[in-house]
């Protein structure tokens, strides 16, 4: 591996060992979001992906990560991120539920998160779903060759005010909690924050490797972190979304490591 400014990046070969353990985490996250449905406990839904990684010869990136107890992070509703899978915690019709997961497939890890609207939601939690996925997707276009790190940061949060105005919604943005360089670790440098002004931090070069992960609420972007330590909400109980893929720089444009994998007939 070299170094890419002060970012690590990466061979072409290593970028096909994360996009193999990438692909692990994309079969897992779809088919948590099939069985996500209500009456279904999230650690149901955690012991269902713990299961699909290690059938895949992958280890849960999360188990055990600074004592973590679960296999994914399943946060509901006013949830923003780190939710502890819980048989407590039953899915009910209209929930929002954001799912992390991650997997380690000899030694490199994959990263990445979807929000699950179980059963009907309502028509601001769809929106607000949508804003943060398509500030995902703002933050990926702009992972280019020769791009500096807030450029991905701006384009997330200029994607976040224009559907601000589009869905006449004020969406909290997070600003504690953003993504981080990923590879032999899951979370390396640099901290990539999801708003701030472009042209700053390190240049992108071909092999570098990041989880982009914006998290929108539908109200105050104030956060809390519950007793347990882990589970952060928001302080004034709005929803939240969370979408993540983990990314790489290269030198024919982004290339999403946890994206599903192309259908042959398509």
């Known amino acids: 591996m070299r170094r890419g400014g002060s970012i690590e990046a990466k061979s072409r070969g290593e970028l096909e060992a994360m996009r193999a353990a990438g692909l692990i985490v994309s079969r897992t996250l779809a088919a948590v979001t099939d069985a996500a449905k209500p009456g279904v406990s999230t650690l149901e839904l955690d012991a269902l992906a713990e299961q699909l990684i290690r059938d895949a010869d992958a280890v849960p990136s999360f188990k055990g990560y600074h004592g973590f107890p679960g296999s994914i992070c399943a946060s509901v509703n006013d949830q923003i991120v780190h939710g502890i899978p819980?048989?407590?915690?039953?899915?009910?019709?209209?929930?929002?539920?954001?799912?992390?997961?991650?997997?380690?497939?000899?030694?490199?890890?994959?990263?990445?998160?979807?929000?699950?609207?179980?059963?009907?939601?309502?028509?601001?939690?769809?929106?607000?779903?949508?804003?943060?996925?398509?500030?995902?997707?703002?933050?990926?276009?702009?992972?280019?060759?020769?791009?500096?790190?807030?450029?991905?940061?701006?384009?997330?949060?200029?994607?976040?005010?224009?559907?601000?105005?589009?869905?006449?919604?004020?969406?909290?943005?997070?600003?504690?909690?953003?993504?981080?360089?990923?590879?032999?670790?899951?979370?390396?440098?640099?901290?990539?924050?999801?708003?701030?002004?472009?042209?700053?931090?390190?240049?992108?070069?071909?092999?570098?490797?990041?989880?982009?992960?914006?998290?929108?609420?539908?109200?105050?972007?104030?956060t809390v972190e519950l007793d347990d330590g882990w589970t952060v909400i928001t302080d004034d109980g709005s929803r939240a979304a969370h979408w993540e893929h983990t990314v790489a720089v290269t030198e024919e444009g982004p290339w999403v490591l946890t994206a599903p994998e192309a259908d042959p007939a398509e």
């Open 86 to 222: 819980s048989s407590e915690l039953v899915l009910a019709d209209g929930d929002l539920l954001s799912v992390d997961c991650g997997a380690i497939l000899e030694g490199w890890h994959g990263d990445s998160a979807v929000t699950i609207s179980v059963g009907d939601v309502s028509e601001p939690d769809r929106k607000l779903s949508a804003a943060t996925k398509s500030a995902m997707q703002a933050g990926i276009d702009a992972a280019l060759l020769g791009a500096r790190l807030t450029d991905i940061s701006h384009a997330i949060e200029m994607e976040a005010l224009r559907r601000i105005l589009e869905d006449d919604i004020e969406y909290g943005m997070i600003e504690e909690y953003g993504g981080h360089g990923i590879g032999r670790e899951m979370h390396m440098e640099p901290f990539l924050p999801n708003l701030g002004k472009p042209g700053r931090g390190p240049e992108l070069r071909p092999g570098v490797t990041l989880a982009i992960e914006p998290m929108l609420t539908g109200g105050s972007s104030g």
